[in-house]
């Protein structure tokens, strides 16, 4: 097979590069190692910075999420039993859109049915070859038999275990990383948000934050240990340890109910560098990892789109390769702004199990500062609702 550009996985990047590029003109092949159910099935993150959201118009996929939406002006953040507001739209004049990636990928799958882009799945054996040529293919079987597609570029958009970013040699890759000492345990349940706004909580017992996909299906966290067996974290459990972590007049209010989903994520901070080697580009969580603290995924993972996808589009409409000669700069310097946001906030909210007397006092400080200094909020708000690309 021959195509112009090769997109390794099947998620919402690789499918949002796919669409953009299409009505560009420019050809893809998507591979993707699950089944589109095993993609459709992954719950994440719902929280859509302007940029993403602006995207998702530009390839024509927005009716839905435009339909469907919560637009949030703005977040609570509580401590012990205090909450306050940090207004988006009175601080910076913006919101963010509260629209699940479950969501976001349907849509754009959908689109791709529609102008038969051409994806296959369950994909086995994937190797990217001579990448630092001018002649890149890649390498895969399917149902028993290898293939390989010819390209001029391959768009690593394959997540944290893909073969993309084990593709760049370790004589040019550098990696970075954090490791928090804690996880969340996450639940989803068909009951309706506690609170209009989502609310991140600070206390004694850790971290907890309240969120919502839509009137009837709420999604709550909890910090727990990484190591925890999901199986002893019953429902009522969950819902007790969440009530002892926010404000009483909002544990008064929650709605419990069994839960649809349960699962434990660990924290961490990634990035490598640089995020391209020759005709291989990285985008999303093959190139960098944040915590979900931030709500910064999916959205890190639109701007190194959107900086891909510019790229490719001057390359190919008017024969200038310096868009895509920058990629790797551009991207890591929105990315590590972005790393900075989610590191900072995970800091400030969370239980760490080596604070001093003096670290608490310093986080208590940190948050109180945030709740009256309309400055800091101006920096918290333009961050959360996402830096210009």
Not at 337 to 357: C, G, I, V, Y
Request: aromatic share 10%; net charge negative; charged share 25%.
């Amino acid at each position: 097979m021959r195509t112009q550009v090769v997109i390794v996985g099947g998620g919402p990047s690789g499918l949002l590069l796919g669409q953009l590029l299409h009505r560009k003109g420019i050809e893809t092949i998507i591979l993707e190692r699950k089944t589109r159910e095993y993609v459709l099935g992954r719950i994440r993150a719902g929280i859509l910075e302007t940029g993403l959201v602006n995207m998702m118009r530009e390839a024509g996929v927005a009716e839905r999420m435009d339909k469907e939406c919560f637009v949030h002006d703005g977040t609570c953040i509580s401590y012990e039993n205090e909450m306050f507001d940090i207004n988006f739209q009175k601080l910076i004049g913006q919101n963010v859109v509260v629209y699940g990636q479950t969501e976001v990928t349907r849509d754009l799958y959908d689109a791709r049915d529609a102008v038969g882009g051409q994806t296959i799945f369950e994909v086995e054996g994937v190797e990217i070859r001579d990448a630092d040529t001018e002649a890149p293919y890649v390498t895969f079987t399917v149902d028993g038999s290898a293939r390989r597609i010819d390209c001029d570029f391959v768009a690593g958009c394959d997540g944290f275990h893909g073969v993309s970013r084990k593709t760049i040699p370790d004589t040019v890759r550098k990696d970075y990383e954090k490791v928090f000492p804690f996880g969340w345990l996450g639940v989803l349940s068909e009951t309706p948000p506690v609170h209009e706004e989502l609310i991140y909580a600070n206390s004694a017992r850790g971290f907890a934050l309240c969120s919502m996909r839509n009137e009837n299906l709420s999604r709550y966290y909890v910090q727990c240990n990484v190591n925890d067996d999901i199986f002893e974290w019953t429902d009522e459990k969950f819902w007790d340890e969440l009530k002892r972590r926010v404000p009483e007049a909002i544990a008064e209010k929650l709605v419990t109910g069994p839960s649809i989903e349960k699962s434990i994520a660990p924290l961490r901070s990634f990035v490598c560098e640089p995020m391209r080697w020759g005709r291989l580009f990285l985008c999303g969580d093959a190139a960098h990892i944040v915590p979900p603290t931030g709500a910064k995924g999916l959205n890190t993972a639109a701007s190194d789109v959107h900086y891909l996808y510019e790229g490719l589009v001057h390359y190919y409409q008017d024969k200038d390769s310096h868009g895509i000669d920058t990629y790797s700069e551009k991207a890591l310097a929105r990315i590590w702004k972005a790393e900075r946001f989610s590191w900072a906030t995970t800091n400030m909210l969370h239980r760490f199990p080596d604070q001093s007397d003096f670290d608490l006092k310093m986080q208590r400080a940190e948050i109180e500062s945030l709740h009256h200094n309309e400055t800091a909020q101006k920096w918290f708000a333009q961050n959360y609702v996402g830096l210009p690309y």
